[in-house]
Structures are given as C-alpha cells and as structure tokens.
Antibody
C-alpha cells in the first residue's frame, strides 16, 4: 500500500538547522512530485513548494525561499526538507504529500512536529 | 496568488443534520482546456494529517462515504455533508491546484452542537 512515512519530532534552538525526511513506498517514486506543507500550531495549511522527484528540481513558494531546501535520496525514495537558521516562527508540523503537477494531494505523511525554543 | 475564502469558520451541528460548507476563490479555477475545476477538499481531524475527500470539485476519493458531496464551478464551491456523523467532526479545507502557489482556505471547523 502507498505510504509516506516521515521522521520523528525535533526540538531545536533558534539558529540551529533541522532536516526531516519523508520515505515513500508502494508506488514509483518518480511518478509523483513531493510537496511540503506547513501547519503552525492551531493554524491552517500553507503550501511550501515542491520537488520534481524525476529531475530533483525544487520550486519554493515565496515565503519559503532562502532558508528552506528540498532534496532527494532518490535511490531510497526519500524526500528531505532542511530548514537552516531556525526561528521561533518555524515551530510547526511539516507534512510531505505527493501529487502530480497541477493535481490534488492524495497521500500525506503523518507530519513532523518541529519545535524551536531556547 | 489565488485567495481561497471559506465560510463559515465554524459550524455547530447535531448528528443527522445536513450541512453546507462554502469556498470561494479569487479567480476562476475552471480550466477551459478540459472543463475541470482545479479544487480539492480535505478533512483534518485533531492530531492527524489531512485526508483527501474530493478533487476536481466533485469527484469523491476512493473510500470516502457518499454523504460527502462536492459541487460548484469557477469561483464558488460547496461541500455538503448529508446526515452528519460524529466521526465527521473535523476541520475541512478547500485548496486550489490551478497554478502555483497552491493555496488553502482557512478551514471550517465542524463541531458538535
């Protein structure tokens, strides 16, 4: 069955970096792009961007340019999100979700809670 | 960017009621090339990831009960839940995928009356 399994919760200090992973299984990894979605505590969903799992080319939403990096370990069907120079406002749950381009998000990871606190 | 506006922000219902959730987009989501509306609805329960309910505005995802009905076109969309069950209490988000950046509405929280 199709699954997106994300890494575990993270507790970081401001200024540190974090890398979270999303392992896909049950389908051909390169057939679907991987999108990332942020959900701050008690807030709604915000699309961060996507990575083409065939070419590795990332596309970032405007608010996520600079400190955010999408990457792949394609041979292992893993997509990664790295956030550098963490700020308090990065405290959120981060979801990976697959979709073809201009298409709905049909499968989601379970989410990774990242807490940034001094 | 396309702005998605959902109403109401919360709704208190009793089991067995029929409810209608609204979603408006700031520009048309109907693509003339294929006559499809690039809109999806998701359900999110506390502590869980969002779950796809409907796509292309009205196509039910596999396994979604037929009491969830999506309708509308262009800029105005609705999600109707007939005979609400206790398990339907959740936050419902609409999202467009017409173009990037994809954006979500702020959500409608369905609560028990």
């Amino acid at each position: 069955q199709i699954q997106l399994v994300q890494s575990g919760p993270e507790l970081k200090k401001p200024g540190e970096s974090v890398k979270i992973s999303c392992k896909a299984s049950g389908y051909t990894f390169t057939d679907y792009a991987m999108n990332w979605v942020k959900q701050a505590p008690g807030k709604g969903l915000k699309w961060m961007g996507w990575i083409n799992t065939d070419t590795g080319k990332p596309t970032y939403a405007e608010d996520f340019k600079g400190r955010f990096v999408f990457s792949l370990e394609a041979s292992a069907s893993i997509a990664n999100l790295q956030i550098s120079n963490l700020k308090n406002e990065d405290t959120a749950t981060y979801f990976c979700t697959r979709a073809k381009l201009y298409d709905h998000f049909d499968y989601w990871g379970q989410g990774v809670m990242v807490t940034v606190s001094s | 960017d396309i702005v998605m506006t959902q109403s109401p922000s919360s709704l208190a219902v009793s089991a067995g009621e029929t409810v209608t959730l609204n979603c408006k987009s700031s520009q048309s989501l109907l693509y003339s090339g294929n006559q499809k509306n690039y809109l999806a609805w998701y359900q999110q329960k506390p502590g869980q990831s969002p779950k796809l309910l409907l796509y292309w505005a009205s196509t039910r995802q596999s396994g979604v009960p037929d009491r969830f009905i999506g309708s509308g076109s262009a800029t105005d969309f609705t999600l109707t839940i007939s005979s609400v069950q206790a398990e339907d209490l959740a936050i419902y988000y609409c999202q467009h995928y017409y173009d990037t950046p994809y954006t979500f509405g702020a959500g409608t929280k369905l609560e028990l009356k």
